[in-house]
Nanobody, 121 residues
Framework: QVQLVESGGGSVQPGGSLRLSCAAS????????MGWHRQAPEKQRELVAI???????NYADSVKGRFTISRDSAKNTVYLQMNSLKPEDTAMYYC???????????????WGKGTLVTVSS
């Protein structure tokens, strides 16, 4: 079984910063892609930033230049540094991992429970 544990959400004023973390644990053979999505109230879930299976990074246009995704492969952990936060960044942020499980090598797509980010003055 695989678990994703997210941390780092909270409340911040516009222009502030937060850093999210997501650690994957359990029976993992290989992580193929790892990143963050978000869902604001009454909106669809959207991609924020991701490390693709090829190792490149993709960002939503709305966060380019403000958010930075990074990872520690040895710890199966991905981070999202969020700077210059805006009220429209307010959302539940979800970690998402595509991986191959240990043993079976079966592919699985896993989601964290989410961490809330609120940007408000």
């Amino acid at each position: 079984q695989v678990q994703l544990v997210e941390s780092g959400g909270g409340s911040v004023q516009p222009g502030g910063s937060l850093r999210l973390s997501c650690a994957a644990s359990g029976s993992i053979f290989k992580i193929n892609a790892m990143g963050w999505h978000r869902q604001a109230p009454e909106k669809q879930r959207e991609l924020v930033a991701i490390f693709t299976s090829g190792g490149s990074t993709n960002y939503a246009d709305s966060v380019k230049g403000r958010f930075t995704i990074s990872r520690d492969s040895a710890k199966n952990t991905v981070y999202l540094q969020m700077n210059s936060l805006k009220p429209e960044d307010t959302a539940m942020y979800y970690c998402n991992v595509l991986l191959q499980a240990g043993g079976s090598l079966a592919y699985g797509n896993y989601w964290g429970k989410g961490t809330l980010v609120t940007v408000s003055s």
